[in-house]
């Protein structure tokens, strides 16, 4: 499956810090993810890891100063710099910073920085007071207004025994916001997408919930979809144990109440709406204050119907939101295709996923799904067993034609 890191080139520079070991998964994690890796390491570098490391991981070229003066000679600089995509420097120790903000080009990496006409992104490593110094801050907000963008640092234990802003992101985080890098100017630059994602709890007590099997899975690879094909994205969100995609802005919420709520604030201004969470059909109509004792007995649970947050949404279009797309979900377990267009029809959809829960290998709590894919003009399409990602992909890439942005 392709990403905004795919075929891509990274050139990665290494400066002088014990937290070179991260840059070194970090490397990996990007060749993995299918970009073409090549790395700067400074004289420095490699007193903490060998060339050795990055060449074993990614299969690329690794450059020091002494590369500089062989054979490439004074071009080398400018080859890799010119042939970058990205750039990142991680870790990025306030040595190194200083140089970059002051414009020094006294070695291979500082030299490649000034001719580097692709995004740059810095990732700070270093003890905490160095991080703190007025002069740090001043070289880092020198670059930011340069337009270099500044990843982190994190807080947290250092290599000094003290605890502080300083340590380097990890290469997971570096990972997201090199990805989000590489997405600006996508298919859908300019276009907003709201997502919803999970499933929502209604309270019993403030102990117990009423919720469902959602994982969040879904929706969240729709968020990633969206955002590395370039969109604006707001992902509202139930409880869910994930990571939100870099790049989203998270609105949290637990009720379907809470949830419609959101989802209306985001749509305002919203060019799509994608409802993949699942949201309660039902839920306590009289929630109790206190927490119920077994000891009463068997309590017995009046329900209510919980908002329709697509029908309300739907019914708003035109006049309170500007929505062009309006796409959902139907998780069923019978009657698949035939509830699923009903509901398509009933709430005036543009686009609805048939999601086939009764499977064993599809729906809640996998990685995977097999869904069709059902339109307003009477189309239909089949997706074979497919990992979420890729499902999240399909429904993207459709809803961009929808928007006149394939």
Same mark, same amino acid.
């Given at each position: ?25 970090? &490397? ?6 299918? /970009?073409?890796?090549?790395? $700067? ?96 801050? !001043? ?5 930011? /207004?340069?337009?270099?963008? $500044? &990843? ?25 916001? $090199? ?17 919803? !994602? ?24 729709? &968020? ?12 509202? !969100?139930?409880? /869910? ?6 790049? /989203? ?30 949201? &309660?059909?039902?839920?306590? !109509? ?65 686009? $609805? ?54």
């Amino acid at each position: 499956m392709s990403t905004p890191l795919s075929n891509k080139k990274i050139l990665l520079g290494v400066t002088g810090s014990i937290a070179a070991y991260k840059s070194a998964d970090l &490397a990996s994690k990007l060749a993995q993810a299918g /970009a073409q890796v090549d790395v $700067i390491m400074t004289e420095a570098a490699q007193e903490f890891i060998t060339p050795l490391t990055f060449r074993s991981v990614t299969g690329g070229g690794v450059y020091t100063d002494e590369d500089l003066w062989g054979h490439e000679g004074h071009v080398l600089h400018v080859g890799l710099a010119e042939a970058a995509d990205l750039m990142v420097i991680a870790p990025a120790t306030a040595n190194t910073i200083a140089r970059l903000a002051h414009g020094l080009a006294d070695n291979l990496l500082s030299l490649a920085a000034l001719a580097a006409r692709c995004p740059v992104i810095v990732a700070p490593a270093m003890d905490g007071g160095m991080w703190e110094h007025p002069a740090t801050q !001043a070289n880092v907000d020198t670059l930011a /207004a340069r337009g270099v963008l $500044i &990843a982190g640092p994190a807080s947290g234990h250092l290599a000094s025994g003290l605890a502080g802003a300083g340590r380097m992101l990890e290469p997971v985080e570096l990972l997201a916001r $090199i990805r989000h890098t590489l997405s600006a100017g996508g298919p859908l630059d300019g276009v907003k997408i709201v997502v919803s !994602a999970g499933g929502t709890q209604e309270p019993l007590d403030p102990v117990r919930v009423l919720t469902n099997r959602s994982s969040g899975k879904q929706g969240f690879a729709l &968020a990633q979809a969206a955002l590395d094909l370039g969109a604006e994205v707001t992902l509202v !969100a139930a409880p /869910a144990v994930r990571r939100a995609p870099y790049g /989203a802005e998270l609105v949290e919420v637990r009720t379907a109440e809470e949830m419609l709520s959101a989802v209306r604030e985001a749509c305002r201004e919203a060019d799509a709406l994608v409802m993949a969470a699942a949201v &309660a059909d039902f839920r306590p !109509a009289d929630a109790s204050s206190q927490k119920i004792k077994k000891d009463a007995g068997v309590p017995e649970v009046r329900l209510e119907r919980a908002p329709d947050i697509l029908a309300a949404i739907g019914a708003e279009r035109g006049r309170e939101n500007r929505l062009k797309v309006v796409a959902g979900f139907a998780a069923e377990t019978e009657g698949l295709l035939e509830n699923a267009r009903a509901k398509l029809d009933k709430k005036k959809l543009d686009l $609805i996923v048939a999601n086939d829960i009764g499977a064993a290998d599809a729906g809640f709590e996998v990685d995977t799904n097999r869904v069709t894919l059902l339109f307003a003009d009477g189309r239909s399409e089949f997706l074979p067993l497919l990992s979420k990602d890729e499902v999240a992909v399909r429904v993207i890439e459709e809803i961009a034609c929808l928007l006149g942005k394939n």
